[in-house]
């Protein structure tokens, strides 16, 4: 069978961004839905039409992958909301990973792009927003997706959802 809507996919894979390897799969492949969104669009694509065994090798622009860097996601915020006691938080500074929460109350995660006199620039964007994926790997294994699996948009069992 080839991978196509309603595939399950075992797939090796390992992510390179700028020349630096960021994310594998390591020793268990990871299981997905096809067809589904489950995967940034860029890489289904890609993947749609191989078989078990084969190997991949190929480029995801940054629009079909993580979207492109939105400024309006970057944002100066009031450096009192960081204060502890009068000091910045040990937690902040630049580069840092931080987890705040908007006026509805949502988490947002965001990094500190720059520390100001009155203010911490945050950026909202995901880490990967604005840049290029290599993705290479291997197809490990390939099944029809069950109707419950279909139905629910997601992989039951092994690698997947446990209800
Ligand atoms: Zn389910």
Known sequence: ML?????VVGVNYALDVDGMQLDASGDT???Y????GMMIPGFEKQL?????GDTYDFMVTA??????LN????????KQIFLIDGNLS?????GAQLQLTNQDGQPMVGVVAAIGEDTVTMDFNHQLAGKNLHFTGSI???RVATEEEIAHGHVHGPGGHHH
């Open 29 to 31: 492949p990871l299981t």
């Open 71 to 78: 400024p309006d996601a970057i944002t100066d915020l009031d």
């Open 3 to 7: 991978i196509g809507k309603n595939t």
């Open 90 to 94: 040990t937690e902040v500074f630049e």
């Open 63 to 68: 629009a079909e992958g993580y979207g492109e």
């Open 48 to 52: 749609e039409g191989l078989a078990e």
């Open 33 to 36: 839905l096809h067809g589904h």
């Open 140 to 142: 490990a294994e390939l």
